[in-house]
Nanobody
Framework: QVQLVESGGGSVQAGGSLRLSCTAS????????MGWFRQAPGKEREGVAG?????????YADSVKGRYTIYQDNANKNTVYLQMNSLKPGDTAKYYC???????????????????WGQGTQVTVSS
């Protein structure tokens, strides 16, 4: 089993920044992709950003390109960060970290059936 633990959510005013982190533990040897998803009340879950482990290959939703950056910890490839800048009220949602062994399949293909999920962390952006 794999456990994912997220941290870094919170409340911020529009234009502000937050950094989310996610660390995977357990049987992580075959994981090759980690991503961030978000879900706002009444909306479907959407992929925000993802990264192929050990590479610079990343995926981003159009709505966050240029504002969000996903990257891995150089010392621990099981930890990924999501730097969120220029936050907007529309970014308000619960953010979930996910991990998988099938590359970016679960990120790019709805309904995003990634193998492992974190508990989620709330991000609230006020105007």
């Amino acid at each position: 089993q794999v456990q994912l633990v997220e941290s870094g959510g919170g409340s911020v005013q529009a234009g502000g920044s937050l950094r989310l982190s996610c660390t995977a533990s357990g049987y992580t040897w075959n994981l090759n992709y980690m991503g961030w998803f978000r879900q706002a009340p009444g909306k479907e879950r959407e992929g925000v950003a993802g990264i192929q482990s050990g590479t610079s290959n990343t995926d981003y939703a159009d709505s966050v390109k240029g504002r969000y950056t996903i990257y891995q910890d150089n010392a621990n490839k099981n930890t990924v960060y999501l730097q969120m800048n220029s936050l907007k009220p529309g970014d308000t949602a619960k953010y979930y970290c996910a991990a998988d062994s099938r590359g970016n399949y679960c990120y790019t293909v709805p309904p995003h059936t990634c193998s492992y999920w974190g508990q989620g962390t709330q991000v609230t952006v006020s105007s």
